[in-house]
């Protein structure tokens, strides 16, 4: 089956102690992205990467790093994270950037 | 920069009818994507249907059209015999084809509620 999968999907941290959250797909799709939603916000772009070794940041990257060493997977990385990046992590991939298939969600709270 | 507004904080409706969501654009692009992504309870972010800029046809999905009013900048939902696992939040997104990010710009969303 076609998918996009993120893990944990719910994690409960405290403030400072470093966290990856993984992202797979099997679609061999080139292009992937991470976005956080918060409420009446919408959805806005962390990170995304074009292909391997291909990385740039979106609109909100303080505070997260990402790395792509193969084609599968795109893990977000919080080295130090804090309350105000309590949010519901959306990793999304994409072959040709027309159309996301987004992956179920990653509820993270920061206390 | 590009802006996408829904002004329904909240739509309901009876079961078996229709409701038509609305979504306001704005950008000064001639090609460009437009989507609308159902998210029900368990927050999965679904595709329901996809619009190009440049197709004056507009798209259908078995219950679910939209009428894409370009010079309008107006890309609204019609969800038909509406169900209730249609139940969900609904949001419009925008994609440049100008951009190199293939970044989606996202709607704050309606929450649909589907009263039995």
């Known amino acids: 089956e076609a998918q996009v999968t993120q893990n944990p999907r719910y994690l409960i941290t405290v403030t400072g102690k470093k966290l990856t959250v993984t992202c797979s797909q099997n679609?061999?799709?080139?292009?992937m992205s991470w976005y956080r939603q918060d409420p009446g916000l919408g959805l806005r772009q962390i990170y995304y990467s074009m292909n391997v070794e291909v990385t740039d940041k979106g609109d909100v990257p303080e505070g997260y790093k990402v790395s792509r060493k193969e084609k599968r997977n795109f893990p977000l990385i919080l080295e130090s994270p804090s309350p105000n990046q309590t949010s519901l992590y959306f990793c999304?991939?994409?072959?040709?950037?027309?159309?996301?298939?987004f992956g179920p969600g990653t509820r993270l709270t920061v206390l | 920069a590009q802006t996408v507004t829904q002004s329904q904080p909240e739509m309901s409706v009876q079961e078996a009818e229709t409701v038509t969501l609305s979504c306001t654009y704005d950008t000064s692009e001639s090609d460009y994507y437009l989507f609308w992504y159902k998210q029900p309870p368990s927050r999965q972010m679904i595709l329901v249907i996809r619009?190009?800029?440049?197709k004056q046809q507009n798209a259908t999905e078995n219950r679910f059209s939209v009428n894409f009013q370009k010079a309008a900048k107006s890309f609204s939902l019609k969800i038909s015999d509406s169900q209730l696992g249609d139940a969900a939040m609904y949001f419009c997104?925008?994609?440049?084809?100008?951009?190199?990010?293939?970044?989606?710009?996202w709607g704050a969303g309606t929450k649909l509620i589907i009263k039995p």
């Open positions: 619009q190009e800029a440049y």
């Open positions: 997104a925008y994609r440049s084809l100008m951009d190199s990010n293939y970044q989606l710009i």
């Open positions: 999304a991939s994409s072959f040709t950037g027309d159309t996301q298939y």
């Open positions: 679609m061999n799709h080139e292009y």
